[in-house]
Structures are given as C-alpha cells and as structure tokens.
C-alpha cells in the first residue's frame, strides 16, 4: 500500500512539475515579450527625442535664414541707393574709393551665396531626416502593436492555463497533504516495529546469554568430571549465527557514499591533468601546427591519450562498491567483494603512472634543452621531476594498502585481524603524504608557468594551457586534501570493531554466517508482520494537535456558517412539517365538516318526514316509522307507555338513537371516508414531494449560480487588481512623462531665450558695421568731392 501511495505522489509531483514548467516557461515568454515592448517603447521616446532635437535645429535654421533674407534685402537696398547717388555723380572713370565698394559688394556677394548654398543644404538634410525619422517611427508603431497583441494572446493563455490548472493544483496539493499524512502514519508504524524488533532482540540477548551462562555452568561442572577440549568447544562456538548491527551498516553507507563523492572529484582532476598535460606537449617545446614534434613526444602524447581508460574505472570501482552496502548486508572486509574490483582498477591506474614516469621525466629534460630555457626554468624542471617521483611511489604505497585491505575478502586468513588498524592508520598517513606531494608540485607548477610567461616566444595558447594546468593541479590538491581529512575524521570508525562474529568463538565473520544472519534477520522481520495486529486508521495524536491550528483557522468561519445554515435549515425544516400538519388537519375537518353536515341535514329530513307521517296513525307507528326508518332495533321493542313509564320522550328517545347510530353503528360511507382521507393524504404528500424536489432543484441551482458568481467576482477582483496596478504604472509613467515635457519644455524656452539673445547681439553688432560702413563711404564721398574740387580749381 505504501509503494502505491508514494507512486501515486510521484506520478502527481511529475504532473505538478510539468505543470510548473509550463507556467515558467509561458510566463518567461510574457517576460521577454514586455522586455522587448519596453525596449521598443525606449527607442521610440529616443527617436521623438531625437525628432524634437532636429525640429528645433530646424527652427533656429529657419530664424537665422530669415535674419539672413532681411539682412540681405538691407544690402540689396543699401547697394541700390549707393548705385543710385554713384549714377548722379559724374560718370567719369571709376575712383579707387568706387573699387573699394564694388570689391565690399563682391566680398558681400560671395558670402551671401554662401549663406544660401548652406542653407539649401540644411534643408534637404532636414527633410531627409524628417521623412527617414518618419518610416522608423511608422515602423516601430506597427512592431508596438504587434508585441502589444502578442503580449495579450500570452496573457490571455497564461490566464487561461491557470485558471485551467488551478483546480488540479489543489487536487494534488491535497493529494499530498493526504499522501503526506499516510506516510507519517506509515512512518509512526515502521518506528512502533522497529521498537518492538528491538525489545525482541533484547529479550533475545538476554535469553542467549542465560543460555551461556546455564552452558558455562554446566561445562564448568563437566570439567571437573570430565576433561574438557578446548579446540573441540571453540569449534562448536564457531556454529554460532552473529546479530546484526544495522547501525554499523548505516554508517558504512554513509561513508562510502562520501568516499564515492570524493573519487569522483579525484577523478575529473586527473582527467584534466593528463589531458592538458598532453595539449602542453603539442605545444611546447615545439608547436605540432607548426613543426612535428619530438617522437619521445609522441610516444608520451599517445599514452597520456589513454588516460581515461585507467582512470575511469576507479570512478565505477567504488560505485558498485557503495551499491554493494545496503541496510541488508554485512559490510566487513571479509565480505566486501567489491572492494577487490576497485583494487584491480586501482593497480591498473599505478602502473599507468609507473608506464608514463620515464616519458614524463624525458620530456622535462627536452624542455631544459631548448634554447630559451633559462637556468631557473631548468632548476624548476628539476624540482617538478622529484615531485613526479614523489607522487608515483605514493600511488605505489596507495595500491599496497589497498591490495592488503582487499584480500581479507579473497582469502580470510590472509591478514589477521590485529593488523587492520595497522593498514588503515598507515594508509591515512600515505594520503596525506600524496597531498602534500600534489600540493608541492602545483606550487612548483605554478612557478614555472610564471617564468615561462617572461620568455619572448611564449604564445597566448600556451599561456592559456598552463592556467588550465594549474587549475587540475588546484582541484587535485583541493580533492587529495579534503580524502586525507575525511579518512582520518572516519578512522575510528575503519579501525574500530564491527560487532560482527560468532558469539563464544574467536576468528572473523565469514561468509557463510553473513548469510545466515540475513537469513534469521528476514525471519524475525517477517514473523514481527505475521503476529503484528492491524490497527484501524486513525489520525496520530500528536498530529492531530498540531493541525489543529491550522484546521482551526481555516475552518472556523466555515464551520461556523454551516452550523448556522444547518440550525436554519433544521428549523425550516421543522416549521415546514408544522405547517404541513396543520394544513393537513385543516383538509381533513373541512372534509369531515361537510360530511357530518351532510349527515345532518338527511336525518333532519328523514326525521322531519317521519315526525309528519305519524300524526294520523297512533301513538306507536312514530317510533315503528322511524325504527324502520333508522334501522334502531332498540325503538321496535318498546311501545309508547313504556317509553312515558320510564319517563323518556319521544323526542329525547329519537336524538338518542341518532348519536347511537352516528357513533356505533358503520356504514359504506365512513369506508369510503376512510379511503378518501388516505387518497387526499397521499395527493397531498406527493404534491408536497413534487413541490420540495423543485425547491432543492432551484436551491441546487441557485447555490452552483452562487459558486459560479463567486469565482468570477474572484476572478474580476483579481483582474481589477491587475488594472488597478497596471493604471498605476500608467499613472507614473504619465507624472514621467509630464515631468520629461515640462523640462524640455523649460530647456526648450531656455535655448530660444539664449538664440533670441545671440541674434539681437548679431543684430547690432550688424548695425554697428553698416554704421561703420556708411561713416566710410560718406568720408570717402567727401574726399572725392574734394578732391574734384581741387581739380577744377587745377584747371
């Protein structure tokens, strides 16, 4: 049941994830989708910017063209008047000061042209501009509105998939509450089984070890008559099935499984060491894209090419190791099978390393060899040589440690068991050597990559390929550092008893009792389900308490409303019945009101028909007609004197008679009374059982149109509040905006104000030259009359 429930939850997680990812990845989209719009909406305020810029440049063109066009027609009319009174002086040969004005024009002239040619030019720019800014702004609106609309479908899907996938959230979170809570009681019950094992297995210590102490007793009285053999008595102790200690499995898993992190690290350093180590020998001494390389190179180059082929198999060594140690093993060195198969993978790996030692070295020495290669380079070549060195005999001590620990598991006797301790205290302190050795060559390392950088001829690819190096050379010190740490955090543990052997015997556990001890551990655990009584389903108490709260706070003004609903109802309910009663007995006396009138109204003509036919016939065919009449036996036998002796009328005696007959005597009618009542009952409860299926169907109705105006009022306010933020964002961008046009507007106002400033300026500074100008030409008007005056005098 429990592997059905967590299937169950993982089928509706997988769900609820895909679910998820779907939302990510349509909201994503809605999110690029607004990146782009805001993006466009950037660049169409940068190009109206832009526009504003121009149209104001246009502007201030236009004024100073203006200003050009009156200064213009003041020359054009300044040069005319000068032309003019030129004309009535005498028109005798040009004088210099004449020149001097044609050459003023001229200059004029020529700047005026220049000004003109400027100013078409300025225009035509502009209108380029203009109608370029133009396409680009009709662009971008038109790429606006398809985003806009783009971004409306994505909204609308987005809302659609939520308000389609809502409900199924909810399902599945209640699912997993639901899931959650089982499992819970599933996990209080594994915890009561497990107590129970353990009290068991106490009982059963307790009774093992009664049972020793009634067998040492009875030896020690056997020894004294009989003599005892101690080789015989230990062989009968080896018989003997051990406990289980999960605890130490627990722990032995956990520490593989931190082993296993390790060497994978491990592993990724070594691969990325052997193979920058083969790109540095492409490269260096000697480019391979350039020149062939060394064949000692080459040879070096094609081993360190098989690298992954040793190293990988440590990785999935210790994977199946780690798979190997469950909760229903036994995990020691004498059953660990596994541990040889990381051992062969480990011994292949220090040959490899043994196998590219001498080519490593050799190719060192060609480095010191090359011509640029300084004596540093060389002393560091050498430091890095030693430290191979080093690091191979420490793999070398590594791989004899580890073939010692893996032989237990091959053959027991191969170790004894005092020597354990002694290999794994040994083996912490080889790992922290192989640290030490790793983290003194990437420091050597890294001294020499810094010289080679030094060197004249050092390229950018090999730069590139020793940070690389250095990097793996990092990793593996980082990695070797933190194996050293965690094998001498654990080594109590690896040095430590495991509690596992024959109670009473001496030796180590073999396989054949690990097997047994599974064995017995399956029985016992199936014979704890066998007498194990089912309990019935029930909510812990603890649980309970602390969902209360919450149950409490979400179901308090629910709860509260449908008791409320339900008293009305019941109350309803009940004056409906009330009513339906009384209505009902109203029905009925009616019913029998008008047939006991009825009654009435023919005895009375019955009686009053009777009473006229006997006043002719005597004084006893009254009571003769009306015991005929009535059918009253009781009237037939007595005469008229002895009704008068025993003193009762005629009158008297007759009304008797009728409440007799009215109350004692049945007749067809009342049957069919009887048969009416039952038939108006029934007419009127199913009438009423018509009337009360139609009001619950109109109360169904009303409550699923109620629940249906709730979700979309819900959903209403939820779009409300999306508007009312979206408004808001409008609102701001708008104070924005309003705040941007009022400070271009000032900026605007601020260069007109400075332009109009500048131009009055040039204005007068204008004024100030024609002034000059008009000064010059009347001074030399004066020396030419003057002139012409001297020479008429002359003549």
Same mark, same amino acid.
């Given at each position: 049941m429990a592997a059905d429930l967590q299937a169950k939850y993982t089928k509706l997680a997988q769900e609820y994830s895909k679910l998820r990812a779907q939302n990510q990845v349509l909201k994503k989209g809605v999110v690029d989708e607004q990146a782009s719009s805001s993006s466009l909406k950037e660049q169409m305020k940068q190009r109206e910017q832009s526009l504003r810029k121009v149209e104001q440049e246009m502007d201030s063109l236009t004024f100073r063209n203006q200003q050009l066009a009156k200064r213009v027609e003041l020359l054009q009319e300044e040069l005319a008047a000068s032309e003019? @009174?030129?004309?009535?002086? @005498?028109?005798?040969?040009?004088?210099? #000061?004449?020149?001097?004005?044609?050459?003023?024009?001229?200059?004029?002239?020529?700047?005026?042209?220049?000004?003109?040619?400027?100013?078409?030019?300025?225009?035509?720019?502009?209108?380029?501009?203009?109608e370029q800014h133009r396409q680009q702004k009709a662009q971008l609106k038109v790429r606006l509105e398809e985003l806009e609309r783009d971004h409306e479908q994505h909204q609308a899907i987005v809302d659609g998939l939520a308000s389609k996938y809502m409900d199924t959230i909810e399902r599945l979170q209640s699912a997993k509450a639901r899931l959650e809570v089982k499992s819970q009681t599933l996990e209080g019950e594994t915890n009561e089984c497990r107590v129970q094992t353990e009290e068991c297995q106490q009982q059963l210590r307790k009774c093992q070890s009664?049972? $020793?102490? /009634?067998?040492?007793?009875?030896? &020690?009285?056997?020894? %004294?008559?009989? =003599?005892?053999?101690?080789?015989?008595?230990?062989?009968?102790? #080896?018989? $003997?099935?051990?406990?289980? $200690?999960?605890?130490?499995?627990?722990?032995?898993?956990?520490?593989?499984?931190?082993?296993?992190?390790?060497?994978?690290?491990?592993?990724?350093? *070594? +691969?990325?060491?052997?193979? !920058?180590?083969?790109?540095?020998?492409?490269? !260096? =001494? *000697?480019? #391979?894209?350039? %020149? =062939?390389?060394?064949?000692?190179? /080459? @040879?070096?180059?094609?081993?360190?090419?098989?690298?992954?082929?040793?190293?990988?198999?440590?990785?999935?060594?210790?994977?199946?190791?780690?798979?190997?140690?469950?909760?229903d093993t036994v995990t020691v060195l004498e059953t660990v099978g596994k541990l040889k198969d990381f051992a062969d993978h480990f011994t292949s790996y220090t040959h490899f390393l043994q196998k590219i030692l001498p080519y490593q070295l050799k190719s060192l020495e060609e480095e010191c060899r090359a011509p640029l290669c300084t004596s540093s380079l060389i002393s560091k070549n050498q430091e890095l040589q030693s430290g191979m060195k080093r690091i191979t005999s420490v793999f070398d001590k590594l791989h004899s440690y580890i073939i010692l620990l893996a032989l237990p598991s091959v053959r027991q006797d191969a170790m004894p068991q005092s020597s354990c301790s002694a290999v794994f205290t040994q083996l912490a302190a080889c790992l922290h050597s192989l640290h030490d050795a790793v983290k003194e060559m990437s420091k050597h390392y890294s001294q020499k990559a810094g010289l080679e950088q030094q060197l004249p001829t050092v390229? /950018? @690819?090999? &730069?590139?390929? $020793? %940070?690389?190096?250095?990097?793996?050379?990092?990793?593996?010190?980082?990695?070797t550092d933190k194996i050293a740490t965690f094998f001498s955090n654990n080594l109590d543990f690896f040095t430590s008893s495991t509690g596992y052997g024959p109670r009473g015997g001496v030796g180590a556990l073999n396989p054949l009792q690990a097997e047994s001890m599974l064995g017995n551990k399956k029985k016992a655990s199936d014979y704890m389900h066998a007498i194990r009584k089912p309990r019935a389903e029930s909510v812990p108490y603890r649980e309970a308490l602390l969902n209360r709260r919450v149950l409490t706070s979400s179901t308090e003004s629910r709860q509260g409303l449908t008791q409320q609903v339900m008293a009305s109802q019941e109350k309803i309910a009940r004056l409906e019945q009330e009513k339906e009663h009384?209505?009902?007995?109203?029905?009925?006396?009616r019913v029998r009101l008008e047939k006991e009138s009825q009654r009435i109204q023919d005895l009375e003509t019955q009686l009053s028909s009777a009473l006229g036919g006997g006043g002719g016939g005597g004084g006893g065919s009254p009571a003769s007609a009306l015991s005929l009449g009535l059918g009253s036996p009781a009237l037939t036998s007595l005469d008229d004197g002895e009704l008068e002796e025993r003193g009762v009328g005629k009158d008297a005696m007759i009304s008797t008679s009728l409440v007799g007959m009215l109350t004692t005597t049945p007749t067809n009618e009342e049957v069919g009374d009887e048969e009416s009542r039952e038939q108006l009952i029934k007419a009127h409860y199913m009438?009423?059982?018509?009337?009360?299926?139609?009001? +619950?169907?109109?109360?169904?109705?009303?409550a699923v149109n109620f629940h249906a105006e709730c979700r979309a009022l819900a959903k209403r306010l939820a779009i409300a509040e999306k508007s009312r933020e979206t408004l808001t964002e409008e609102v701001?961008?708008?104070?924005?905006?309003?705040?941007? *046009?009022?400070?271009?507007?000032?900026?605007?106002?601020?260069?007109?104000?400075? /332009?109009?400033?500048?131009?009055?300026?040039?204005?007068?500074?204008?004024?100030?030259?024609?002034?000059?100008?008009?000064?010059?030409?009347?001074?030399?008007?004066?020396?030419?009359?003057?002139?012409?005056?001297?020479?008429?005098?002359?003549?």
């Amino acid at each position: 049941m429990a592997a059905d429930l967590q299937a169950k939850y993982t089928k509706l997680a997988q769900e609820y994830s895909k679910l998820r990812a779907q939302n990510q990845v349509l909201k994503k989209g809605v999110v690029d989708e607004q990146a782009s719009s805001s993006s466009l909406k950037e660049q169409m305020k940068q190009r109206e910017q832009s526009l504003r810029k121009v149209e104001q440049e246009m502007d201030s063109l236009t004024f100073r063209n203006q200003q050009l066009a009156k200064r213009v027609e003041l020359l054009q009319e300044e040069l005319a008047a000068s032309e003019a @009174k030129g004309k009535k002086s @005498k028109n005798k040969g040009d004088s210099p #000061s004449q020149q001097g004005l044609q050459q003023t024009q001229s200059v004029f002239d020529e700047d005026l042209q220049k000004k003109i040619q400027e100013n078409e030019r300025l225009h035509i720019q502009f209108y380029e501009a203009d109608e370029q800014h133009r396409q680009q702004k009709a662009q971008l609106k038109v790429r606006l509105e398809e985003l806009e609309r783009d971004h409306e479908q994505h909204q609308a899907i987005v809302d659609g998939l939520a308000s389609k996938y809502m409900d199924t959230i909810e399902r599945l979170q209640s699912a997993k509450a639901r899931l959650e809570v089982k499992s819970q009681t599933l996990e209080g019950e594994t915890n009561e089984c497990r107590v129970q094992t353990e009290e068991c297995q106490q009982q059963l210590r307790k009774c093992q070890s009664e049972l $020793n102490r /009634q067998v040492k007793q009875s030896s &020690c009285v056997i020894q %004294e008559k009989v =003599p005892f053999n101690d080789t015989k008595f230990s062989d009968y102790n #080896s018989l $003997n099935v051990p406990p289980h $200690n999960r605890r130490h499995q627990l722990k032995a898993r956990d520490v593989a499984g931190q082993a296993l992190g390790f060497v994978q690290d491990l592993v990724a350093a *070594l +691969l990325n060491f052997h193979s !920058y180590t083969e790109q540095r020998v492409h490269i !260096y =001494p *000697l480019d #391979s894209s350039i %020149e =062939p390389i060394s064949p000692l190179n /080459q @040879k070096f180059s094609q081993y360190l090419h098989e690298n992954a082929a040793y190293v990988r198999p440590l990785e999935e060594g210790l994977v199946q190791l780690h798979q190997s140690i469950t909760e229903d093993t036994v995990t020691v060195l004498e059953t660990v099978g596994k541990l040889k198969d990381f051992a062969d993978h480990f011994t292949s790996y220090t040959h490899f390393l043994q196998k590219i030692l001498p080519y490593q070295l050799k190719s060192l020495e060609e480095e010191c060899r090359a011509p640029l290669c300084t004596s540093s380079l060389i002393s560091k070549n050498q430091e890095l040589q030693s430290g191979m060195k080093r690091i191979t005999s420490v793999f070398d001590k590594l791989h004899s440690y580890i073939i010692l620990l893996a032989l237990p598991s091959v053959r027991q006797d191969a170790m004894p068991q005092s020597s354990c301790s002694a290999v794994f205290t040994q083996l912490a302190a080889c790992l922290h050597s192989l640290h030490d050795a790793v983290k003194e060559m990437s420091k050597h390392y890294s001294q020499k990559a810094g010289l080679e950088q030094q060197l004249p001829t050092v390229t /950018q @690819k090999l &730069c590139t390929t $020793n %940070e690389c190096l250095l990097a793996s050379l990092g990793m593996f010190t980082n990695t070797t550092d933190k194996i050293a740490t965690f094998f001498s955090n654990n080594l109590d543990f690896f040095t430590s008893s495991t509690g596992y052997g024959p109670r009473g015997g001496v030796g180590a556990l073999n396989p054949l009792q690990a097997e047994s001890m599974l064995g017995n551990k399956k029985k016992a655990s199936d014979y704890m389900h066998a007498i194990r009584k089912p309990r019935a389903e029930s909510v812990p108490y603890r649980e309970a308490l602390l969902n209360r709260r919450v149950l409490t706070s979400s179901t308090e003004s629910r709860q509260g409303l449908t008791q409320q609903v339900m008293a009305s109802q019941e109350k309803i309910a009940r004056l409906e019945q009330e009513k339906e009663h009384w209505l009902l007995e109203t029905q009925l006396g009616r019913v029998r009101l008008e047939k006991e009138s009825q009654r009435i109204q023919d005895l009375e003509t019955q009686l009053s028909s009777a009473l006229g036919g006997g006043g002719g016939g005597g004084g006893g065919s009254p009571a003769s007609a009306l015991s005929l009449g009535l059918g009253s036996p009781a009237l037939t036998s007595l005469d008229d004197g002895e009704l008068e002796e025993r003193g009762v009328g005629k009158d008297a005696m007759i009304s008797t008679s009728l409440v007799g007959m009215l109350t004692t005597t049945p007749t067809n009618e009342e049957v069919g009374d009887e048969e009416s009542r039952e038939q108006l009952i029934k007419a009127h409860y199913m009438a009423r059982v018509g009337e009360l299926t139609t009001q +619950l169907q109109v109360s169904d109705s009303k409550a699923v149109n109620f629940h249906a105006e709730c979700r979309a009022l819900a959903k209403r306010l939820a779009i409300a509040e999306k508007s009312r933020e979206t408004l808001t964002e409008e609102v701001k961008l708008a104070n924005q905006n309003f705040t941007r *046009l009022q400070d271009e507007l000032a900026t605007t106002k601020r260069s007109y104000k400075e /332009q109009l400033s500048m131009m009055s300026d040039h204005l007068c500074s204008m004024n100030e030259t024609l002034s000059k100008q008009r000064e010059e030409i009347d001074i030399l008007k004066l020396s030419s009359k003057g002139n012409s005056k001297l020479l008429k005098k002359g003549r």
